[in-house]
């Protein structure tokens, strides 16, 4: 059974940074792994995703501030965001693409607020 555990998420003041972690458990190598988010009453939105190469691609409003890396070994994605504003406040969901499927997790909660 495949599952995806997000930590990391909480509150920040603006201008903070935070550091949200995935980890993947199940025997699946991930080809892709990304982090989405969604704000309350809006759609899930892309924030950014990396391949097992190491490419990454991020969404235009979070270039230069958030930064994608992951650890294949540990089948673990990271999620670096520096310069938090409030618009970045929702939840933040871990996803890890197979070649058989898709995984999602359950979600981390991210609040920027003073």
């Known amino acids: 059974q495949v599952q995806l555990v997000e930590s990391g998420g909480g509150l920040v003041q603006p201008g903070g940074s935070l550091r949200l972690s995935c980890v993947v458990s199940?025997?699946?190598?991930?080809?892709?792994m990304g982090w989405y988010r969604q704000a309350p009453g809006k759609q899930r939105e892309l924030v950014a995703t990396i391949t097992s190469g190491g490419s990454s691609n991020y969404a235009d409003s979070e270039k230069g501030r958030c930064t994608i890396s992951r650890d294949n070994a540990k089948n673990t994605v990271y999620l670096q965001m520096n310069c938090l504003k409030p618009e970045a406040t929702a939840v933040y969901y871990c996803?890890?693409?197979?070649?058989?499927?898709?995984?999602w997790g359950q979600g981390t909660q991210v609040t920027v607020s003073s």
């Open positions: 199940g025997s699946i190598f991930s080809i892709a």
């Open positions: 996803y890890s693409r197979s070649t058989m499927s898709g995984y």
